[in-house]
């Protein structure tokens, strides 16, 4: 399965995995609109389990610009999104077991100065310092979901790219986006993986179990200091929840 805003890429996407198998079922959805999230995990959860997901939506913007629910739109769709999304499928992935959630990342999270004061840039928005700060956002959300995620047989990693636009560089770009959100069986994921030249961690034997690790060529390193910083990947979650308006479920008699 495919998603992304943009029909007609997502269609173009679908037909080059024509030949991976039975051709993938699409669904519309930006994910600049929490809204759209949530009633895309509402049809998504009519699946009853997911074994892959794959967060791979990337936005970098050459302004400023606010959703309609007030947040940064490059933080809304490169960490909000994500977060709910994969926050709201939690029981269709723990009912597919070892199931895994991977998310692309960056190298350019390095570049990161994150203020959990301040995650929507109000004060001293810049587009190569919004676009670093949502990728450490997805390194901490990954770090914190492995964690939340200990005991279930589901795994949480971390893809990353190399990007060739830095500050100073004159590129204010919208990333290229095939899709926003895929979700396979793993024969599927694999092969598409495959073609594409980056094979997703976890098909690798060596890592197949390993959680919240940080892949890079399909070589696990070390992301930068601010990455592994667990007491802000648990706030980062907590502001999280707070600003999608995302509730955990409870266990019965709590």
Not at 4 to 18: F, I, P
Not at 56 to 63: F, I, K, P, R, V
Not at 109 to 126: N, P, S, V, Y
Not at 167 to 193: E, F, H, Q, Y
Request: hydrophobic share 40%.
């Amino acid at each position: 399965m495919l998603v992304g805003r943009d029909r007609g890429r997502v269609e173009a996407a679908a037909g080059e995995l024509a030949g991976a198998g039975a051709p993938p079922r699409l669904e519309i959805a930006d994910l600049a609109s929490m809204e759209q999230v949530r009633a895309l995990a509402g049809r998504l959860g009519t699946l009853g389990r997911i074994d892959v997901l794959v967060n791979n939506a990337g936005l970098m913007a050459g302004q400023r610009r606010v959703t309609a629910d007030g947040f940064d739109e490059v933080f809304a769709v490169n960490h909000l999104a994500p977060f709910l999304l994969t926050s709201l499928l939690l029981s269709e992935l723990t009912a597919a077991p070892p199931a895994r959630v991977i998310t692309v990342t960056s190298d350019a999270h390095t570049a990161a100065r994150l203020d959990l004061d301040d995650l929507q840039l109000k004060h001293g928005w810049e587009s190569w310092r919004a676009y670093a700060n949502s990728k450490l956002a997805n390194i901490l959300f990954t770090r914190e979901l492995a964690r939340r995620l200990k005991g279930t047989g589901v795994t949480a990693k971390l893809r990353t790219t190399q990007v060739w636009c830095g500050p100073g560089s004159g590129a204010r770009l919208v990333l290229p986006m095939r899709a926003g959100v895929m979700l396979a069986r793993p024969s599927l994921l694999s092969t598409a993986t495959r073609r594409q030249h980056h094979r997703v961690p976890g098909h690798v034997p060596e890592v197949a179990g390993a959680t919240g690790g940080y892949y890079v060529k399909r070589q696990r390193r070390e992301p930068s200091q601010a990455a592994r910083d667990d007491a802000t990947a648990r706030r980062l979650w907590q502001l999280s929840e707070e600003l999608t308006g995302f509730t955990p479920a409870r266990p019965a008699g709590t």
